[in-house]
């Protein structure tokens, strides 16, 4: 992370400047040895989410419900005590521990979450539960968050993030029509508060994701082979888990570009600013944040 130091006397940089490369820096703790060294990854714009909502003490136990690659563990287990990653799918939990297993305070579990044993299989309760573009997957929402509701510590926090989009444009099975049904769901799971808002990027920072990153990644995907159409429910199933070791030559370059995007984007301050949803769920990105 970039850190401005005061020192023993006040700081030449006017106060706009510090704040600005204050944010520059607020994204996930970031080493030049990550370039080589974290698992591959395709910027997820999500982390920065996970950043700006869920503050996590340098003590907490926390769950990653689909981790994907692994990327936002490999960076968060540096700040946290322990981190425990939940995913459906045996191969990507192979390779996760594969890719992560050097760690030690990096657990790893395959289970549904929706599945009654889950608490068992968990084996203990955690200050912080986060997952990143996985609610819209889950076939049974309801006893999704009551299981994660169901191992978090009292007063420990849920955040969910997810495209609240139905096919054919959205990929997912879960979607929701209105927000009250949501929060009778969200209230059923036992969470005794919460907030539900939706998010959008800043301005400057959609134009420059959607330029460096969006823009060259359609063009990619026009011209490359395989299923264009293909809607995978699972880690496993996607295209950039299954051509993984096709891309690990150009590993480095990737990240070091991923990188240099984050802080393009925070240029302008906080990626990410927040809207209440109204009577507009639909085709929004939504966030719940939930306490028990």
Not at 60 to 78: H, M, N, Q
Not at 181 to 203: D, H, K, N, S, Y
Request: with cysteine.
């Amino acid at each position: 992370m970039i850190t401005v130091h005061e020192g023993p006397h006040k700081s030449f940089l006017p106060n706009a400047i510090r704040s600005r490369i204050a944010a520059i820096g607020a994204g996930m703790s970031f080493r030049w040895s990550d370039v080589f060294d974290a698992p591959l990854h395709d910027f997820p714009i999500r982390d920065e989410i996970l950043c700006q909502y869920l503050p996590l003490a340098a003590g907490a136990d926390v769950l990653e419900v689909g981790p994907g690659s692994g990327f936002t563990a490999f960076r968060l287990a540096r700040r946290v005590r322990r981190v425990t990653l939940l995913d459906v799918a045996p191969r990507a939990v192979d390779e996760l521990r594969t890719t992560l297993g050097n760690i030690p305070n990096i657990q790893f579990v395959c289970a549904d979450v929706t599945a009654s044993d889950l608490p068992g299989r968990l084996g203990h309760a955690f200050d912080a539960i986060f997952g990143l573009d996985v609610f819209e997957y889950v076939k049974d929402p309801a006893a999704c968050l009551s299981n994660l509701a169901g191992v978090l510590h009292p007063g420990g926090e849920l955040l969910l993030t997810f495209p609240n989009v139905p096919p054919p444009i959205g990929d997912g099975v879960t979607w929701f029509t209105k927000l009250s049904a949501l929060e009778a769901m969200v209230a059923a799971a036992g969470f005794t508060t919460w907030e539900i808002f939706a998010v959008r990027p800043r301005r400057f920072a959609a134009a420059v994701y959607a330029a460096l990153h969006e823009w060259p990644l359609r063009t990619y995907r026009r011209i490359r082979a395989g299923d264009k159409h293909a809607r995978p429910q699972i880690y496993e199933a996607t295209w950039a888990f299954q051509h993984r070791e096709r891309l690990l030559p150009f590993k480095a370059s990737l990240h070091l570009y991923w990188t240099v995007l984050g802080w393009a984007m925070r240029l302008s301050g906080r990626v990410f600013i927040e809207e209440p949803v109204g009577d507009r769920p639909l085709g929004r990105q939504l966030v719940i944040r939930a306490r028990k």
